[in-house]
């Protein structure tokens, strides 16, 4: 089975970024998971589509109503029965909204946050959760969860590396406010930040606190690794 | 707004409905639930009587269902409920979608609100929620009022709570942080982490922006407004005088920055931090 490569990047640094930095990379997942102001306008998705040779994935966090039209304006301008567009959801609106009027033209992946909210689910209804949603994949950071998603028939697996996510904020922590406005501070950096009763520093990237990960596991049906940026720690 | 307090023992029930509270909620130890089991009732038969306390005077008592609890015990889980739906529940706070489809299925009386821990961050979200059975909303900590505008003049017909930021505000997305798991400890998000530069914390709020949100969530049109639980009582009385005082200047209807800056002196002299300083 052939292993996909994509790369991460938010839509604001997908803006600056060179072509050569997308080379060898089958996908592009453009947005993020944890913070609504490094999503891609139509605009910026056109560009991506443009620019970048292979498929292009939405990648979406949890969504204020403040986007959530614009997000599914991008889904309607870049996805039909034959081209279907690949969403990250990460937010319960969202995917009920994708099941009720894009479940024809979009391929529903489910994200790393909704992915703890679906694992403590009983078994049973986690699978018929997922059927129902239409959700064929799983974005994963921790190999440990793979465990808890076994038995649902049909679902492949992507791996983030080399940043795990242990904790999300909505006060950013760059620029120490509510997200309404954003000067986009945290682009290109990331913050080791160490306390010695951790085993180990956490990194601070974007909205997300976490840890720098090692290895990829192995599992069937796990076909897609994806990189995440993680410029050098401690350069914020 | 109406007041929601949690409580963890009959007495600290008496006394919040003596000094005000129009409504209650609280935990079981045995059931999980998003604090720490000595934040919750210790026994059924005591969480039974306040239910009963709150329902005699008129009042609502929700019981928490806000953590996952899909294991072995499930079907005690249930039967609690079950148990205090007979002595008058006003409602379950629930988190997990399992948990809405089994609690509907039970025909219960009391009614179902959405935890804050259900990330119920815009309508087509809300607009799921009601047909699960809900009929309020909890919002999440982590949206300001401007941002949960739509939530607060929904018309589905779905109330809405919100906690009360005067006091204290979780920035970090509660259910989706796994920061314990670094150490098997809560609260890392309270250390003070050393990085190239000098120290950092963890950023979070300050005075005025929580003032901010008091204001904006009184004047967005929230129902109701949600006393965080504590582990000591006097603490929680603080808070809850607190929030009457900022809830008395909110009705002498002050403007925003006239609030704010009274807000902010209460903050630094009356409340429970001002307390804690000296």
């Not at chain 1, 567009?85 to 979009?106: P, Q, S």
């Not at chain 1, 993680?230 to 350069?235: H, I, K, S, Y």
Request: charged share 25%; glycine share 8%; with cysteine.
């Amino acid at each position: 089975m052939k292993t996909e490569k994509a790369v991460a990047i938010s839509a604001p640094e997908f803006r600056g970024v060179r072509a050569a930095a997308l080379k060898g990379f089958d996908l592009l997942y453009l947005g993020d998971e944890f913070c609504q102001n490094l999503l891609p306008a139509r605009t910026d998705f056109g560009a991506a589509a443009e620019k970048f040779k292979g498929r292009v994935i939405l990648v979406t966090p949890l969504l204020t109503d403040a986007v959530f039209d614009e997000m599914e304006r991008v889904i309607t301008s870049f996805s039909s029965a034959k081209n279907r567009l690949e969403v990250v959801v990460n937010d319960l609106g969202l995917l009920h909204t994708v099941k009720r009027r894009y479940a024809l033209r979009v391929n529903v992946t489910l994200g790393r946050l909704f992915a703890h909210r679906v694992k403590v689910m009983p078994p049973g209804f986690a699978a018929r959760f997922l059927k129902e949603h239409g959700v064929k994949r799983v974005e994963l950071d921790d190999a440990s969860l793979l465990s808890r998603f076994e038995g649902i028939k049909g679902l492949k697996f992507s791996f983030h590396s080399p940043f795990r996510y242990l904790s999300a904020t909505r006060f950013c922590p760059w620029e120490r406010h509510w997200p309404a406005s954003c000067a986009l501070s945290c682009l290109g950096k990331t913050q080791k930040l160490e306390h010695p009763r951790l085993p180990r520093p956490l990194l601070l990237k974007g909205q997300a606190y976490g840890l720098r990960t090692s290895g990829v596991p192995a599992h069937p049906a796990l076909d897609r690794l994806v990189k995440e940026s993680l410029p050098a720690a401690g350069r914020g | 707004m109406k007041t929601v307090v949690g409580v963890k023992t009959f007495a600290e029930a008496e006394t919040m409905l003596r000094l005000g509270a129009d409504e209650l909620y609280g935990g079981l130890a045995a059931v999980p639930n998003h604090r720490l089991p000595a934040q919750s009732f210790q026994t059924l038969e005591e969480l039974k009587a306040a239910v009963r306390l709150a329902k005699s005077g008129g009042k609502r008592f929700s019981f928490l269902l806000n953590q996952p609890c899909f294991g072995p015990k499930y079907g005690e889980v249930l039967d609690v409920v079950a148990a205090l739906d007979q002595e008058g529940l006003g409602a379950c706070i629930v988190r997990e979608l399992p948990m809405f489809e089994k609690l509907t299925a039970m025909k219960l009386r009391a009614k179902l609100t959405v935890s804050s821990l259900a990330l119920c961050f815009n309508l087509p979200a809300m607009r799921r929620f009601r047909q699960l059975g809900a009929s309020r909303v909890v919002l999440p900590f982590q949206l300001t009022p401007e941002e949960a505008a739509p939530l607060l003049k929904n018309r589905l017909g779905l109330e809405t709570e919100v906690f009360f930021h005067g006091d204290f505000c979780c920035v970090n997305v509660d259910p989706a942080c796994r920061l314990w798991s670094l150490k098997r400890v809560i609260q890392t998000c309270r250390y003070t982490y050393s990085c190239r530069g000098g120290q950092w914390k963890m950023p979070e709020a300050n005075a005025p922006e929580k003032m901010r949100s008091v204001y904006g969530f009184y004047h967005g049109g929230a129902g109701y407004l949600k006393m965080v639980r504590m582990e000591n009582f006097k603490d929680e009385i603080e808070v809850f005088k607190f929030s009457r005082m900022l809830t008395e200047l909110l009705k002498r209807g002050l403007g925003e920055q006239e609030f704010i800056r009274m807000g902010e002196k209460l903050y630094s002299t009356v409340s429970r931090h001002a307390w804690k300083k000296r």
